[in-house]
């Protein structure tokens, strides 16, 4: 099966497939039950660059919700970041149509400055199944060593901790990383790369429809997936382009 895209939407001479527009437009070209997993940052709503992207009121999160579980397949995943402060609202939404699998933390460490209130470290994702009796997990490790020394641990000769909920172990980006590129909100390759390794086989169509600067779409292709991703600012449209293209 080809991408679940319109020919007329893709450059079928390229491999990166990314399409510069509105995702509230271009999901309603998508094939219904097509996409393995939907994995998406999307703007978190609170004017974080003042411009228009991040406004509030900017996402009609119903409609999202019912395009997502359109196209997904039957046994499909849906992995949406948000931050603490519309987390509640987009989870009541989405739990309309999904089955809440779990509730990640990723605790960045580095946070946005405040100088009234606390330091915003945390970022919030959520994790939903399509069907709760068939969908993908790949358990993975975490990169953090056990601390116990006895047998306990020893026990199935893993000395990484399980991966819990709560994720503090991905460096975030900050101006002086090197994989920076000029987006302001640029998700570490790390998490991508988790996220689509535990949600996703090889072969899977990802979708990230709030693609950036295309983090996402790298990820998927490092891991040898399909991807489409979707971006409406032509600036992070084309740094998305050129980033997947260069590790192609
Ligand atoms: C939080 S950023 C994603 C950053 C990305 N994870 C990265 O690592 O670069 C959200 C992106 O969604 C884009 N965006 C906002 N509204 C959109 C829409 N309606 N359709 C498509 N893209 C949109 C913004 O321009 C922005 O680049």
């Known amino acids: 099966m080809g991408l679940p895209l319109p020919k007329t939407l893709l450059d079928t001479q390229s491999p990166v497939h990314i399409i510069n527009g509105d995702c509230h437009n271009l999901l309603k070209d998508v094939e219904s039950h097509s996409v393995d997993l939907i994995a998406t940052d999307p703007p978190y709503e609170i004017s974080f660059d003042k411009q228009s992207w991040d406004k509030l009121g900017s996402l009609n999160w119903a409609f999202l919700a019912d395009e997502f579980k359109r196209i997904l397949k039957p046994n499909g995943t849906l992995v949406v970041f948000q931050g603490w402060s519309h987390v509640a609202q987009t989870k009541i939404i989405l739990d309309d149509r999904f089955t809440l699998k779990n509730w990640i933390i990723y605790d960045r460490v580095k946070g946005r400055g405040a100088k009234h209130n606390l330091v915003s470290t945390r970022e919030d994702i959520l994790w939903y199944v ?16 056990k601390k116990t020394g006895g047998s306990i641990g020893k026990k199935n000769g893993n000395p990484y901790r399980a991966l819990s909920n709560v994720w503090t172990d991905i460096a975030p980006i900050v101006p002086w990383s090197r994989e920076r590129v000029k987006h302001p909100t640029q998700k570490p390759l790390d998490i991508m790369l ?6 996703s086989n090889v072969g899977d169509v990802v979708l990230d429809p709030f693609c950036g600067s295309g983090t996402t779409g790298v990820a998927a292709q490092q891991l040898n997936r399909e991807f489409i991703g979707f971006e409406k600012e032509k600036a992070y449209w084309s740094l998305s382009l050129e980033r997947m293209s260069s590790h192609e």
């Open 130 to 145: 399509c069907n709760e009796n068939t969908y993908t997990y790949n358990k993975i490790s975490s990169t953090i060593k």
């Open 194 to 199: 988790r996220i689509i390794s535990i949600f």
